[in-house]
């Protein structure tokens, strides 16, 4: 379904979303996953080059930054005729290029930003000079609606070892106050964990959102993917929340009807899934309504998904346990099932 705007006189107005990061020649990342997923996410995608690599699923065998000008002049080029409606910025490399780019939101008067904090690749190449780090964390974090550390850059970011949700959660809290209004800890590198869980914070309560983890080495660009999801969900005029629930389940697909492409190391994700699988529901469900009987602890909302209950007899936002309630003042627990992801939420506010 298009997700054009008709404003009347005839002008239709399509959401657009611009990526400021560097080039993966082997696809998987980068520019060429932001591209992609703002395609299937029906948004018109447009780039700003800030380096070339040269990787493949084995790793990364060169970086060539371009020069802050010629960054400047893309960003330009984008403000001066298309604009955008939201941007996200990926990896930037130097201070140079980072305060190049801050200049430039700045001008252009751009507040769906999407921020992910590209510091290494999975090959262990270094994608962000450490004397970056510091304008990365001073100038560009500030002017962040979302950022995306997974939890080495969550580390880089605030100073502090991350090996419980505690300290997830601290961690979030000493981003927001470098700037950013959201930020989500991923849980990616969380090997050992039978979920892929996510820890977003508004500045005041806390979600995890969370899906079941899927075991395999192709998983390069999903950093890139999630966050261009997000900025893709946000050019439409969503509210956060549900662009990160998008951007979840739309990764998820990725990697689970993964796609096998190269020798070995970290491969790409399957950037199509998702739009396959949403084309599929509406069979799934006239399959579903032909069969006998049914989950008690099941109930279809609009737009296709399930919300269960954790347990028979509760409400999918009640705590479990009156004094957990008054200990964390609210939990809340939800399992969703949409597009064949099945999400499970639990959520913490003062």
């Known amino acids: 379904m298009s997700t054009a705007k008709d404003i009347g006189g005839g002008l239709v107005v399509t959401p657009k979303a611009l990526t400021i990061a560097g080039s993966d020649s082997g696809g998987g990342a980068g520019i060429q996953a932001d591209l992609k997923t703002f395609q299937e996410l029906d948004v018109f995608g447009m780039s700003v080059l800030t380096a070339v690599t040269a990787?493949?699923?084995?790793?990364?065998?060169g970086v060539w930054p371009l020069s802050a000008e010629a960054v400047a002049r893309q960003i330009d080029s984008i403000a001066e005729d298309m604009g955008t409606d939201a941007v996200k910025t990926g990896m930037l490399f130097s201070a140079e290029i980072i305060r190049t780019v801050v200049g430039k939101i700045r001008e252009h008067r751009w507040e769906r930003v999407v921020v992910d904090p590209v510091m290494i690749a999975k090959s262990k190449v270094p994608l962000l000079q450490e004397e970056a780090v510091e304008a990365l964390k001073k100038e560009l974090l500030p002017l962040a609606l979302v950022v995306t550390p997974n939890i080495p850059e969550a580390e880089a970011l605030t100073g502090m070892a991350i090996r419980t949700l505690d300290d997830r959660k601290e961690a979030a809290r000493r981003i927001a106050n470098l700037g950013a209004r959201h930020v989500v800890v991923k849980g990616g590198h969380e090997e050992?964990?039978?979920?892929?869980?996510d820890l977003l914070y508004d500045g005041r309560a806390f979600i995890m959102i969370a899906t079941p983890r899927i075991r395999t080495s192709n998983t390069h660009g999903t950093g890139c993917t999630f966050a261009a999801a997000i900025a893709a969900e946000l050019a439409k005029g969503r509210g956060v929340e549900d662009a990160v629930r998008t951007a979840k389940r739309f990764v998820h697909c990725a990697i689970e009807d993964g796609i096998s492409i190269g020798h070995s190391g970290y491969g790409p994700t399957n950037h199509w899934a998702y739009r396959k699988r949403r084309a599929e529901r509406p069979v799934e469900a006239a399959r579903r309504a032909e069969r006998p009987g049914g989950s008690e602890l099941r109930a279809e909302r609009p737009g296709g998904s399930e919300l269960r209950t954790e347990r028979p007899g509760r409400s999918e936002l009640q705590a479990e346990r009156p004094d957990e309630a008054a200990?964390?003042?609210?939990?809340?627990?939800?399992?969703e099932r949409q597009d064949?992801?099945?999400?499970?939420?639990?959520?913490w506010q003062p």
Request: proline share 0%; charged share 35%; no cysteine.
């Open 55 to 61: 990787q493949n699923t084995l790793g990364v065998q």
């Open 192 to 197: 050992e964990s039978e979920e892929s869980a």
């Open 327 to 335: 200990r964390l003042n609210e939990t809340a627990r939800r399992l």
């Open 340 to 347: 064949g992801v099945t999400l499970r939420e639990e959520r």
